[in-house]
């Protein structure tokens, strides 16, 4: 047990090295100092804030009670990310993998969370009393459930091309069956034919040599 977690970190631990590879070298190729947010745009946070502003037609309560919600289920997903990057950069850090500016970057994201994650429960208690003390529970359901459907569907997917494949390989061996079965069949008529032609060449020597005119004995 002890050996597959070990093979767990060590890949965790190389797959986040690649990550923060490349995002400390392109940081270093366009000269940038301020620390680059450890996750790309947030859009769900976007669309709720074009929805809060927009006036014509007036955003309705349910499309921003929906976008909320959709704004706190991409926070849950990147509270989990962060948990899982969180122990695997500590260690880098501690032997000198990463340098400690890219810690730095890492816990003003998580800063950063934490200050969207109380904006999400203010928001919602705008809404209805008390619903910023479930929302995130809520959300985190949703996105469990929405992992669920896609390993479901992932596994379906699996499960059709693993289907297909075989159909495929059923195919190529009764292609190769029928094939060999033709090949063997052309063999035999092939012997057959060769035989029969050295038959006939055998009895059309026999009869040559037959109507052949014996030679007369000389009389003493």
């Known amino acids: 047990m002890g050996s597959v977690w070990l093979a767990i970190t060590y890949i965790g631990g190389w797959i986040l090295s690649m990550r923060i590879f490349g995002y400390f070298w392109k940081n270093r190729k366009l000269a940038i100092n301020d620390a680059e947010p450890w996750f790309p745009e947030n859009k769900p946070r976007a669309l709720y804030i074009s929805l809060l502003q927009q006036t014509e037609p007036e955003a309705t309560d349910a499309q921003l009670r929906a976008a909320l919600l959709r704004r706190a289920m991409e926070a849950v997903t990147r509270v989990l990310s962060m948990r899982e990057d969180k122990q695997v ?16 970057e890492f816990t003003v994201s998580e800063k950063e969370l934490e200050y969207e994650i109380m904006a999400i429960v203010e928001e919602a208690n705008t809404f209805k ?22 390993l479901e569907k992932e596994t379906k997917a699996k499960k059709e091309e693993e289907a297909h494949q075989k159909a495929l390989d059923e195919q190529r061996k009764e292609h190769t069956r029928v094939q060999s079965e033709k090949n063997k069949e052309a063999r035999i008529e092939r012997e057959r034919a060769k035989a029969l032609q050295e038959l006939l060449a055998e009895e059309d020597a026999a009869k040559k040599k037959a109507s052949r005119p014996r030679s007369k004995k000389k009389s003493h």
């Not at 009393?129 to 669920?148: D, F, N, P, Y």
């Open 89 to 104: 950069l500590a260690n880098l850090v501690k032997q000198g993998t990463v340098g400690d500016d890219i810690w730095t």
């Open 129 to 150: 009393e008390r619903w910023g003390q479930t929302i995130l529970q809520t959300a985190s359901e949703m996105v469990m459930h929405e992992k669920s459907k896609l």
